[in-house]
């Protein structure tokens, strides 16, 4: 299987920061990588497939990147409904996998 | 984008089997893989398996492999997921979501199984 290993696990930041989180592939995957924004008590939402191409109705200050191994989510310019829990997933062979996750909290 | 609605018991005993439905509307239900996913409180995403609803084809985590079941219904545009030998480890909400070439997108609300004596 495929692991998928996220940092950090938790990140405190304050609005209008800059903040980005990491997911590393066991072994390469493309760029078969989505992210998913959750808050707390609900769904699961994808802003980001195909590690870089943001889901409709995304903000442009989310942003992904990468490629085989190493992928980033970067959030430019936090606002206050950015804080949330994110994950990234593989869905290049099964079983999927989503990373551990990241908790971004307000400093 | 459809809806994805699941349920199903909510409290069960260890040892016991769950069966919960992800009724599908708004959308060709064969057109979508299903995935499920569950969240043990306080942790974080689990991907469990998934299901071609037009061929029946599974995917499971090996985790699962044993213990899980997914199936469906083309004729109710209903999937279903079992899970059998239940622990206090199983205790999570557990989402159903469509998705097609890039992973799960669209998500059930959630259905919160609780095991517990």
């Known amino acids: 299987d495929i692991q998928m290993t996220q940092s950090p696990s938790s990140l405190s930041a304050s609005v209008g920061d800059r903040v980005t989180i990491t997911c590393r592939a066991s072994q390469g995957i493309r760029n078969d990588v989505g992210w998913y924004q959750q808050k707390s008590g609900k769904a699961p939402q994808r802003l980001i497939y195909?590690?870089?191409t943001l889901e409709d109705g995304v903000p442009s200050r989310f942003s992904g990147s990468g490629s085989g191994t190493e992928f980033i989510l970067t959030i430019t310019s936090l606002q206050p409904e950015d804080f949330a829990a994110y994950y990234c997933l593989q869905y290049n062979s099964y079983p999927h996998t989503f990373g551990q996750g990241t908790k971004l909290e307000i400093k | 984008q459809g809806q994805l609605v699941e349920s199903g018991a909510d409290v069960k005993k260890p040892g016991a089997s769950v069966k919960i439905s992800c009724k599908v509307t708004?959308?060709?239900?064969?057109?979508?893989?299903i995935h499920w996913v569950r969240q043990a409180p306080g942790l974080g995403l689990e991907w469990m398996g998934r299901i071609n609803p037009k061929s029946g084809a599974t995917n499971y985590a090996e985790k699962f492999q044993g213990r899980v079941t997914m199936t469906r219904d083309t004729s109710i545009s209903t999937a279903y997921m079992a899970l059998s030998g239940l622990t206090s480890d199983d205790t999570a909400v557990y989402y159903c979501?469509?998705?097609?070439?890039?992973?799960?997108?669209?998500w059930g609300q959630g259905l919160l199984v609780t095991v517990s004596s």
């Open positions: 195909g590690a870089s």
């Open positions: 708004g959308y060709t239900f064969t057109g979508f893989s």
């Open positions: 979501s469509r998705g097609r070439d890039y992973g799960p997108n669209y």
